[in-house]
T-cell receptor, first 114, second 113 residues
Framework: KAGVTQTPRYLIKTRGQQVTLSCSPISGHRSVSWYQQTPGQGLQFLFEYFSETQRNKGNFPGRFSGRQFSNSRSEMNVSTLELGDSALYLC?????????????FGPGTRLTVL | DAKTTQPNSMESNEEEPVHLPCNHSTISGTDYIHWYRQLPSQGPEYVIHGLTSNVNNRMASLAIAEDRKSSTLILHRATLRDAAVYYCILRPASYNQGGKLIFGQGTELSVKP
């Protein structure tokens, strides 16, 4: 099976702009989660979608939003970009194993805000 | 959410075993212990998980203390490709797949040739 894919891999934007990142999960995986990774804060959970519904949300401002489509592909959007939004954005899809699960991560989108 | 504590960094020699410790003294009875690792310039990847018993897979072994307050990830023969940040994460048991992973700072493992 193909792994989790994310597009674009690299992105440069300026403050105040908005950006949309895309994630295609592994075929058959219905849960998609998004994470932000920065040197200062490490890996932080943004939100999770399952069957087109947001099921969990991390502690991020409303400028960060997402959605999931019927084919499980997901997008996240950041509006009014700030310098601090520069980060690696990772997407993961989930495979259930009994009462727990395994998450498979994509390579990430490196966002730089100037 | 229960917290885990790991050493910030560890060093190993190539082809020697590596024992990566993790303390989780506030673990609840239904928490699974998961390990992920992140190689340089890549997303995290799943390594192994367990609940109570020791577990083995092709990548590593997981040894879980009898009281479950600590665990150890064992790489039997470290290679240069094992240099990565290793994260120990607790996951509550759930009927649902998905949900958030709470990453700590992890242990940065360096492997010397």
């Amino acid at each position: 099976k193909a792994g989790v894919t994310q597009t674009p891999r690299y992105l440069i934007k300026t403050r105040g702009q908005q950006v949309t990142l895309s994630c295609s999960p592994i075929s058959g995986h219905r849960s998609v989660s998004w994470y932000q990774q920065t040197p200062g804060q490490g890996l932080q959970f943004l939100f999770e979608y399952f069957s087109e519904t947001q099921r969990n949300k991390g502690n991020f401002p409303g400028r960060f939003s997402g959605r999931q489509f019927s084919n499980s592909r997901s997008e996240m959007n950041v509006s009014t970009l700030e310098l601090g939004d520069s980060a690696l954005y990772l997407c993961a899809s989930s495979f259930k194993r009994g009462y727990t699960d395994t998450q498979y991560f994509g390579p990430g989108t490196r966002l730089t805000v100037l | 959410d229960a917290k885990t504590t790991q050493p910030n960094s560890m060093e190993s020699n190539e082809e020697e075993p590596v024992h990566l410790p993790c303390n989780h003294s506030t673990i609840s009875g239904t928490d699974y212990i998961h390990w992920y690792r992140q190689l340089p310039s890549q997303g995290p990847e799943y390594v192994i998980h367990g609940l109570t018993s020791n577990v083995n897979n092709r990548m590593a072994s997981l040894a879980i203390a009898e009281d479950r307050k600590s665990s150890t990830l064992i790489l039997h023969r470290a290679t240069l490709r094992d240099a990565a940040v290793y994260y120990c994460i607790l996951r509550p048991a759930s009927y649902n797949q998905g949900g958030k992973l709470i990453f700590g700072q992890g242990t940065e493992l360096s492997v010397k040739p």
